[in-house]
């Protein structure tokens, strides 16, 4: 009796921390563009890995206003283009990873986003400026949202006993709005859909 007791407190404590751990993401006050926390499990496991070119190319033409813009702007700081198409994305218990959003961003603010990209690519520096920039903050500020923005990906990689994965389910439901009318319907659980290797 007493085991079956101890098992379940321990059961309930696993639940609650695994469930603290997202109503803790983003804790410091949301910014106008900031680090976003992605799981390196799912790593280029997204919109880009999971449609064809031509569907990506579609995506992008509808954000744009079904048009090509002659001068388009930077959803975030207004810089002109050239832009590229940023994917927001929401991470809910128990482990689901969905597309909530497109944004058309600037490289910079889009590399905000994924600052562990922009260092690995040695772009680091010129991003935290623009960051900072954009924010009106300074260089401890940005480095506690970047510092956050890495400890929250740690946390939704670790492997839970509840669902017995490390792995995110991928909601791509999204992508079913009819201004898009792209050819197939998308599911909340798109992982096998993805090709890593196709990211853009
Ligand atoms: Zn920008």
């Known amino acids: 009796m007493l085991s079956d007791s101890l098992l379940a407190l321990g059961f309930a404590l696993t639940a609650y921390t695994a469930a603290k751990l997202y109503s803790d993401l983003h804790e410091l006050p949301r910014l106008k563009v900031q680090p976003d926390p992605i799981p390196r ?21 509808v954000m744009m206003g079904n048009t090509f813009i002659k001068t388009p702007k930077c959803q975030c700081c207004g810089a002109a283009g050239p832009l590229e198409c940023h994917e927001v994305w929401s991470f809910t218990w128990p482990r689901t990873q969905s597309l909530t959003g497109l944004k058309l961003l600037c490289h910079l603010c889009h590399m905000i986003h994924h600052i562990g990209f922009a260092m690995h690519k040695g772009e680091g520096e010129e991003v935290i400026r623009h960051f900072m920039k954009v924010n009106g903050i300074d260089r401890k500020t940005a ?25 995110h389910r991928l909601d791509l439901t999204y992508l ?8 197939r319907t998308f599911t909340t659980d798109e992982r096998k859909s993805c090709n890593p290797k196709s990211k853009a």
Do not use: C, G
């Open 41 to 61: 499990s799912m790593h280029w496991l997204n919109v880009r890995s999971a449609v064809p070119e031509s569907d990506w190319i579609k995506i992008k033409k």
């Open 143 to 167: 480095d506690r949202y970047i510092k956050q923005s890495f400890s929250k990906a740690r946390q939704l990689d670790r492997f839970s006993p509840i669902t017995m994965s490390k792995q």
């Open 176 to 183: 079913n709005d009819k201004r898009f009318k792209l050819p």
